[in-house]
């Protein structure tokens, strides 16, 4: 499966993944103008667009996408929070899988200060490998197996934070992002020896190391690590 980075991070963030036949978008928090560029203006080629939730850094381009008839899916908490309706627009569930393509996706449910945030597992029908992504949330209450990708939101260490916040800030982001420390522990505690490749995102800016992040997942995982 092949993952491309068009943005990551506090000021944007979306992902193209493609198995060779059907491409998605994850997420789409970036303008649509800067997604046309990362894709060399080849739009067209998008099947359908994953939205997690409805912070503007994850959903930004969302109309101006589905005003050119891509399909969007996502939470209906989320379509509610952002005026989001119409044709294109596509209300799923957590746990309910559907299909884009050649992709079958199964939404689940996240902990973050947003209605009815989402994460995503998808299956390509075409190479049998699993990709799971996920980003803003402090926790995950599921497990994972046979996962082949894995994109991750790494967004702060205890320590780090420790030094450089001030105490109402750490805690908004504590009951909302995922730190190296939780990532750990969710690695440990799932079967991933299956795993190919690891993808580091939506580091914070001034609470991250992403050489260590990155070090320290390596160690752990004994596969490839990219920080996006």
């Known amino acids: 499966m092949e993952v491309q980075v068009l943005a990551s991070g506090s000021s944007g963030n979306c992902y193209r993944i493609s198995d060779g036949e059907t491409d998605l978008l ?77 992709f079958v996706i199964l939404p689940f449910d996240v902990e973050h200060d947003a209605p009815e945030p989402l994460g995503f597992v998808v299956k390509s029908k075409v190479t049998g490998e699993k990709l799971l992504y996920f980003t803003d949330t402090y926790y995950l209450k599921y497990r994972f197996v046979g996962i082949n990708y894995l994109m991750a939101e790494c967004n702060y260490s205890k320590k780090t934070m420790d030094e450089n916040l001030n105490p109402v800030l750490k805690n908004r982001i504590i009951e909302s992002h995922m730190s190296l420390e939780t990532l750990l522990d969710m690695l440990k505690a799932n079967d991933f020896n299956e795993l190919k490749r690891v993808y580091l995102l939506h580091l914070s800016d001034s609470n991250s190391d992403a050489e260590y992040f990155k070090r320290e997942v390596q160690a752990l995982t004994g596969t490839l690590v990219f920080v996006c």
Do not use: W
Request: charged share 20%.
């Open 26 to 102: 994850l997420d789409c928090g970036i303008p649509l103008k800067r997604i046309q560029s990362g894709l060399d203006f080849r739009l067209d080629v998008i099947s359908g667009v994953l939205v997690t939730h409805c912070h503007g850094d994850h959903i930004k381009a969302a109309k101006d996408i589905a005003g050119r008839g891509i399909p969007i899916f996502t939470s209906q908490g989320t379509m509610d929070a952002c005026d989001l309706s119409g044709y294109f627009f596509h209300a799923v569930k957590p746990l309910q899988s559907f299909t884009v393509g050649t």
